[in-house]
Each structure stands twice: as structure tokens, then as C-alpha cells.
């Protein structure tokens, strides 16, 4: 685990260095088409159920209610002007990356879920998935993202919990790359 996170705190800060121009051009982006804070600061579930500050950018309207987008009904009339854009293309992740430098997050793991998420932390604390450093992609991701159901995204994540390793997770975040640039697996 100390190699991961080690991989984790380099590839976090290299990246993060490649991506502030961009990064900047986003926030400013936002500014000029949104009224609101360029982050999104969401309180999500991480290792042993502990709760932590995930930054976003912001892709939703301000007072959008503080709920998984599936649950909104019409969640497009919430987006901002380049919100859509932003999930589409994944770049709304981008500010992860400071999570993941922290080390409250890594590269590969389940996906953090909400605070209010109650079914979703139940279920990967019945299985012993919140023993895992919550991932900016994992392998729930990779094999299909918004469209499973919170039970079989569990199953996926005990799975990579029985059968992580180092190239595991070289598959899950290369598959993860072919899926963000054909945009798949995303709904809102």
C-alpha cells in the first residue's frame, strides 16, 4: 500500500501541474457563464466511513439540491452553461486531484459516495469496501458507471477490494481513459 500511495502522490502532483492551465481556463470559464463559487465542495464518504471534503468544479446551479444527480427530476434544467461539457468530458474531476495529493482519495478505488448515500455505505460496509481509500475512478466505473444498480457497483467494488494490485489498477485507469474520451457510461 505504501507503493500506491506513493504512485498516488507523484502522478497527483505531475498531473496537477499539466492541468492548471486548464484548470484556470475552466475557472474562468465558470466565472464568466455562472453565478456561484468555481468548486464544488462535496461531504463524501471516505476510508472507514469517515467523512472528507471532495472538491468538484461546479457543474450544477447554485441551491441545486444536495442529492445524487439520479435522484433530481429534469437534473439538466440544474446545469450550468458548460456544466453539461464538464461531466460529459469528465474535466468536472480535474480538482480531485488535490484529494488524491492529500491522500484522502486515490487514483483507483470505489467511487466516494455522498454522505447521504445511506444504502450505497451500508452496503459496501456489509461487504468491507469502506476499508478502501475511495478512488477518482475504480472498477464499478469501468464497467458501467451511472448506469448500475447501487447493489452491483458494490459487487464490483469487492471485487477490485479481493483482487487489487498494481496492475489492476493500471487496467482500471487505461480502460478508464478509453471511457472518457468515447463518453461513456454517463447519463447526466
Known sequence: MIMKRLFDFIMSLFLLIISSIPMLTIALLMKATSRGPVLYW??????????FKMPKFRTMKI??????????????????????????????????????????????????????????IEFRTQKGVHVLSPG???????????????????????YYLKHRSFLLDM??????????????????
Not at 487496467?171 to 457510461?185: A, Q
Request: charged fraction near 25%; charge should be positive; glycine fraction near 8%.
Open 63 to 120: 441551491n441545486t439540491p444536495a442529492v445524487a444527480t439520479h435522484l433530481l427530476k429534469n437534473p439538466d434544467r440544474y446545469l450550468t452553461p458548460i456544466g453539461k461539457f464538464l461531466r460529459k468530458s469528465s474535466l468536472d474531476e480535474l480538482p480531485q486531484l488535490f484529494s488524491i495529493l492529500k491522500g484522502d482519495m486515490s487514483f483507483v478505488g470505489p467511487r466516494p459516495a455522498l454522505f447521504n448515500q445511506d444504502d450505497l
Open 171 to 188: 487496467k482500471i485507469l487505461l480502460m478508464t481513459l478509453f471511457k472518457v474520451l468515447r463518453s461513456e457510461g454517463i447519463k447526466h
Open 42 to 51: 462535496s461531504d463524501r464518504v471516505g476510508k472507514g466511513n469517515t467523512i
Open 136 to 158: 477518482l475512478t475504480g472498477w464499478a466505473q469501468i464497467n458501467g458507471r451511472d448506469e448500475i444498480p447501487i447493489p452491483v457497483k458494490v459487487d464490483f467494488d469487492e
